[in-house]
């Protein structure tokens, strides 16, 4: 297990090096990997000292306050999706469970556009307010689900499906309508749901990043537990787990996860779903495999995700949550087609 | 070793199971029987832990089944279920070896030192060596039966609770399972509460059977005082003729061809 974590984890985190350093490079203006590398090596500490600047200072200016805080917010805003989805899919034991399937995104989109709509989004704590809100409602949704579904001090997961479903769809309903009425040209609650990247600075990375690394530990610490759920309900508690906390630990840490990223960046679809999926493909079904390589495949997949949201039509930004789509559901479409082919091949 | 006093369930208005007094001690070989709905499942799930007595009590070893931590109980009781081993996406050694989750620290680390060494006998005593590595969702019924009763084997409890665990399994597995278990029995002088469907296994296997019917005890000894025509003929309302086992002597049921038709003519 440790060895196959360390080969996998290895070769992902490598190549979310190499997928930082080439898409701080594209943009506006095209800047070579060398000097990116060396304009953010100068800035760790311990190795400023060797590294003599060669490069252009502007291009220093549109690494450290451009380029650098949205790439890595888009890493951890992806990250932090994917491992939320491997945590509700590992609880509800539904492969077509992703961090929205609970109407969280729902919950903090209906609290978003009710800023908008109103004109309050800078109202109470300044550029924070919006973030601030759709986290408290996203959170909300998920205690009035739980609300819903919950049976005798139990929560089956069939009535949380369910009762997900039912706040997704009248929430949505919300949304759509406020989108409806606001009189704007440029819809910007829809902009808002399509999710996007942009004009987010330092802070806000500075505050997901020891979020994100808890929620990570607290689903990844749950890992075996989560395996041993793969048998079946009953069967985990007759081996030892107590089922109904790990629900309500795994789902709690998903939901707050998945808050903090749609509030920061909107709603992102598909990569909750997908990058789970992926990783189970590749590395199996355990989940002390799937937790960790889920957030480093996240991560990777937003960054070039955002990578061709902001460049591919530029000056025009493509919402992000459409590119995640437009990417994510073919190459989902071929993984599954591969697999099945391997089935198929293998004979009986 | 196993106590129930007065222990009784009731889902909603409907009462599954009536104040069952009931004591099973360590060794023993219990089958529990009975009809159709008549309380058999429920009283598994009593004391196993997973659901509570709503009156009355079960207590393990003297102490309430509640009071158990999962993991305490766990490492105590292991329960083999109906539907047996899930066809899941993990290797047949993996499966076996989260038997032993219920002795894990924090770190994930066994006390127990050969692990490895124990599971390797496992699955050479159930015919595994060969599937070790294979998934458990490419294996067949039977296989994973096998599978479900080698990871109860590395849970090492000293009560195993069985649900009907031959159910899906043909005469040859079922057999085979029966004598697994009773060689486990021999050898670690486990207690086992096993619910059984086939009256003549639970003759030839329990030392001791217990009769419900409608969510209550009718009747609790030996197979030879528990299996007479009257009983199942009350109980299963059926016509049974009962032989004694040519080898062993132990009752066995056969059932009469007329037995439906007798019922219908009298109108039952």
Not at chain 1, 196 to 220: C, D, H, K, M, N
Not at chain 1, 243 to 272: C, D, H, N, P, R
Not at chain 2, 44 to 67: H, K, N, T, Y
Not at chain 2, 87 to 98: A, N, S, T
Request: hydrophobic share 50%; aromatic share 8%.
């Amino acid at each position: 297990m440790s060895k196959k974590l360390a080969g996998y984890g290895g070769i992902g985190l490598a190549l979310l090096v190499l997928t930082l350093l080439v898409c701080l490079g594209i943009g506006s203006v095209a800047l070579p990997v060398k000097d990116i590398a060396l304009i953010v090596l100068h800035r760790l500490p311990g190795v400023s000292g060797l590294i003599h600047p060669t490069w252009d200072p502007s291009f220093e200016q549109i690494i450290l306050k451009v380029r650098l805080p949205r790439v890595l917010l888009g890493m951890l805003v992806g990250a932090a999706l994917a491992v939320a989805g491997s945590g509700f899919q590992g609880v509800l034991r539904n492969p077509l469970a992703d961090p929205f399937t609970l109407g969280v995104s729902s919950g903090s989109a209906v609290g978003a556009s009710m800023l908008i709509f109103f004109g309050l989004q800078y109202s109470l704590i300044g550029a924070w307010t919006l973030p601030a809100v759709a986290f408290v409602t996203g959170a909300l949704t998920l205690w009035g689900v739980m609300a819903l579904a919950r049976e005798r001090g139990k929560i089956p997961t069939n009535s949380l499906i369910l009762s997900g479903v039912v706040m997704q769809s009248f929430l949505g309903a919300v949304v759509s309508f406020l989108t409806a009425m606001s009189k704007e040209t440029v819809n910007e609650i829809l902009y808002w749901t399509m999710g996007s990247l942009s004009l987010r600075g330092w802070s806000y990375t500075a505050i997901l990043l020891p979020y994100f690394l808890a929620g990570l530990l607290l689903v990844w610490s749950r890992a075996r537990s989560l395996n041993l759920l793969a048998l079946g309900e009953r069967q985990a508690a007759h081996l030892g787990v107590n089922v109904e906390g790990l629900k309500l630990t795994v789902l709690l840490v998903s939901t707050l996860l998945t808050a903090a990223a749609v509030s920061m960046a909107g709603v992102i679809g598909f990569v909750g779903l997908v990058i789970p999926h992926v990783v189970r493909l590749i590395a199996g079904s355990d989940y002390r495999l799937i937790v960790p390589l889920s957030a480093i495949g996240g991560g990777i997949f937003m960054v070039w995700a955002d990578t061709i949201a902001r460049s591919l039509l530029a000056p025009t930004e493509i919402p992000l949550g459409v590119v995640t789509a437009f990417v994510g559901a073919p190459f989902f479409g071929y993984l599954l087609y591969r697999s099945k082919k391997q089935r198929k091949g293998m004979g009986a | 070793m196993i106590e129930a006093i007065g222990a009784g369930k009731a889902y909603g208005g409907v009462t599954a199971l009536h104040g069952l007094d009931w004591t099973v001690r360590e060794g023993e070989w219990w089958g529990i029987i009975g009809p159709n709905g008549s309380g058999k499942s429920t009283l598994m799930r009593l004391l196993s832990g997973v659901e509570r007595a709503s009156s009355g009590m079960i207590r393990v070893r003297g102490r309430q089944v509640e009071d158990y931590g999962r993991k305490e109980l766990s490492r105590m009781m292991a329960v083999l279920q109906q539907e047996g081993m899930m066809p899941v996406p993990y290797r047949v050694r993996e499966v076996l070896e989260m038997g032993r989750h219920p002795y894990l620290n924090w770190l994930g680390q066994d006390p127990k030192e050969n692990v490895d060494v124990m599971i390797d006998g496992i699955l050479e005593k159930l015919d595994l060596l060969d599937l070790a590595d294979r998934h458990v969702d490419e294996l067949s019924g039977g296989q994973r039966q096998r599978v479900a009763l080698g990871q109860v084997m590395a849970q090492e409890p000293q009560i195993l609770l069985l649900d009907e665990p031959t159910t899906f399994l043909d005469i040859h597995y079922q057999q085979q399972f029966m004598e697994l278990v009773a060689e486990w029995r021999d050898e670690a002088g486990i207690t086992v509460v096993a619910v059984l469907h086939d009256l003549n296994l639970a003759a030839l296997y329990c030392d001791k059977l217990l009769v419900l019917r409608d969510g209550r005890a009718v009747s609790m000894g030996t197979p030879e005082d528990m299996l007479t025509s009257e009983r199942i003929r009350s109980v299963y309302d059926v016509e049974p003729v009962i032989v004694a086992h040519p080898v062993y002597g132990a009752p066995q049921v056969l059932l009469s061809k007329a037995a439906l038709k007798r019922n219908e003519e009298e109108g039952n």
